[in-house]
Each structure stands twice: as C-alpha cells, then as structure tokens.
C-alpha cells in the first residue's frame, strides 16, 4: 500500500501537535503544583532592603547631591566605592552606606529611613542612574583622590574626622577627605 506525500504530512502533523498539547497540559499542571519540598533553612528578609549594586549607589548619589552635577554626583559615587575598598569599612555598596555610625545613626542619613522616599523620577534620578551604572561599569578616574569621607562645605569641619585626614576636593557644595597617607 501507498500512502500519498499528503497522508503522511497530515499524519505528522497531527502526531506533533497531540505531543505539544499533551507537554503544554503537563506544563500546565506541573505549575500549578507545589514546588517540591527542599530541606533549606529560611532567611528572614533584612531591613533594610538588598538592592542591586547599583540601584543602591544610584540611590546614594540622588539623595546626597541630588540638583548638582554630573560630576558631584560621581564625586559621591567614589566616596561610595572608596570605602568598600578601605580597610575599616565593609566590602559592598549597601553594607557601606547602611553601616551604623558609634552614635547608632547612619553614615549616610537617607539610608536611615524609606528608601524610596523622596524619590521623585525626574532628571535628577535619571542622572543618578546614569552615573551610576558609568562608575560601577566603566571607571575612571577617582575625582576625590582616595577620599572615603565627604561634609557639606557650608558647614564646619567635623570633630570626627581628626587630624590624620587632608581634603581632596571641594565639589558641588561638599568637601572630600581622604587619610592623610594616600597620595
């Protein structure tokens, strides 16, 4: 017995679109089930929030020199990225910024509070963002020279920060510090 090109085609077909309507439904069916139980302890969800590195540095930047420059915001940026490399500070971008001063308030005082809050989405965010992902991405050259400390330069040097410090540059309405041992 013959069978036409056609037969067989149609043949085909119909076995290949009953095997995909057979997986879809065991697709279907397998997510609705319960994922299998694994023996995994449970984290409790930190306060304050994981952000992506950059997504917190962004953050950083918005709220600590949010209407002033380019540059400024980089400024902040370095301080940032500065301290996850300095010896006494911790090693990532979220730990630095949420870490507890001696007095128990934090080193960057918007981190104390909602992080999202205040944030408005306007060019400024989107600057910040922008700034960001260029630091964390690309590099460059540290404007701040080493500097891990930065203080508003409308106020007066902090008792804090001691004598071993030198100022590196003075910045969209901040002065940066570095140990006086870096170059």
Known sequence: MRL????VAAALGITILSLAAVMGARMRHDATMPPP?????????????????EHFLALTMYHEARGQ????????????LNRTRAQGFPDGI????????RSGKCQFGWACGNFEEGLDRTSAWQQAQTVAAELLFRGGA?????????WESW???????GNNVRQTLELGGHRFFAPSGLS
């Open 4 to 7: 036409s090109v056609g037969f």
């Open 37 to 53: 139980a694994l023996d995994v302890p449970t984290v409790a969800i930190p306060a304050p929030p994981v952000l992506k590195a």
């Open 69 to 80: 420059s380019p540059e400024a915001m980089r400024a902040v940026g370095w301080v940032v």
């Open 94 to 101: 979220r730990d630095v910024v949420v870490e507890p001063t």
């Open 142 to 150: 540290d404007p701040t020279k080493g500097a891990v400390w930065f």
């Open 155 to 161: 106020r007066e040097r902090p008792q804090w920060l």
